[in-house]
């Protein structure tokens, strides 16, 4: 099966790709930073949680101005995003009490970053700057005490780091690499299934990586702990922000040297080789058990259609 046109063009991976300059050099200006909040051409995305706030209409509008923002309820934390052709971007963090009383009101709209993504709620412009500030203002949320000596932190570098003033130990956000990966034996390779998954799905196998470990040795440990299979050669394919709630989807194709699944059912619900004719008409929909992989937003759909597309040819040498 030589590269396969069936599929149409490539559709666009979720919360990569972002047209945003980070201007990072920013970041410990004040001066600049108080500027940029008032430049004419500034834009605020509001979120609470998990939920982000829309303008509702044929096409929803996540950009308010500061002043808007602001009027939606106490801004917990202001993060300076980068610059979009010069124009600031900022996420405002504000509480859940807040959040609910924004959810009666007619003129707004609470949705959450999956359900963007999958339905196209916004511009895909505005996807991944959404996906940077609701990871940030996530970690923000979750760390505002210091781990070394539970004193109240502060808010420093436009919300990219949290000082301690007892103890003046400096906090930065975490993004907790996963390796995603497909183990390919031939014309064959295998997909388990969670048990958070719709009954149809499956998907690639993944799991964090561990302290001390290579990108390499992770995809061999969790293949061989979730379905018993022995892999040598590992390919790196892409990767994918995922801020649910901050981790980098490391994606990969692995060799795999042996056949006999063995499922770790602490770990996932099945798994199970498929063959890359069973496998395209999964990712088109077409299945006569109704199976599916996931949908384009997530890298595992991208990871599964280059094996159909390019076979053998991705594990070489």
Request: hydrophobic fraction near 40%; glycine fraction near 8%.
């Amino acid at each position: 099966m030589s590269k396969d046109r069936d599929f149409g063009s490539l559709p666009r991976q979720a919360y990569s790709g972002s047209l945003l300059e980070r201007a990072a050099a920013f970041r410990g200006d004040d001066v600049k930073l108080a500027a940029l909040l008032q430049h004419a051409r500034a834009g605020v995305y509001v979120i609470g949680g998990e939920s982000i706030v829309l303008k509702p209409g044929a096409a929803p509008d996540p950009l308010f101005s500061p002043d808007e923002a602001r009027a939606l309820g106490a801004v917990r934390e202001t993060v300076f995003l980068g610059l979009l052709h010069d124009a600031p971007r900022f996420g405002f963090g504000i509480d859940a009490a807040a959040i609910e009383a924004l959810k009666a009101r007619a003129d707004l709209k609470l949705i959450d970053l999956r359900t963007i993504a999958v339905q196209g709620e916004v511009d895909t412009t505005h996807v991944p700057p959404l996906a940077e500030a609701k990871a940030i203002l996530g970690w923000h949320a979750r760390h505002r005490f210091c781990p070394n000596c539970g004193a109240g932190t502060v808010l420093v570098q436009a919300g990219w780091r949290r000082d301690c003033p007892v103890c003046k130990a400096e906090h930065f956000p975490r993004t907790d690499p996963v390796v995603i990966m497909l183990p390919i034996k031939g014309d064959r390779c295998v997909l388990g299934r969670s048990p958070r998954f719709p009954p149809t799905m499956w998907s690639c196998l993944a799991g964090f990586c561990e302290p001390g470990e290579s990108i390499e040795e992770a995809v061999r440990r969790e293949v061989a702990e979730e379905v018993g299979v022995t892999c040598a050669q590992v390919e790196y394919f892409a990767s994918q922000p995922w801020p649910f709630p901050s981790s980098l989807m490391i994606g990969c194709h692995a060799q795999a040297v042996s056949d006999e699944i063995v499922i770790d059912k602490s770990e996932i619900e099945d798994a199970r080789w498929f063959d890359r004719a069973e496998l395209k008409s999964m990712l088109l929909r077409q299945h006569p058990q109704e199976l599916s992989t996931p949908p384009p937003i997530a890298i595992a759909h991208h990871i599964i259609r280059d094996f159909v597309e390019h076979g053998g040819d991705l594990l070489v040498g």
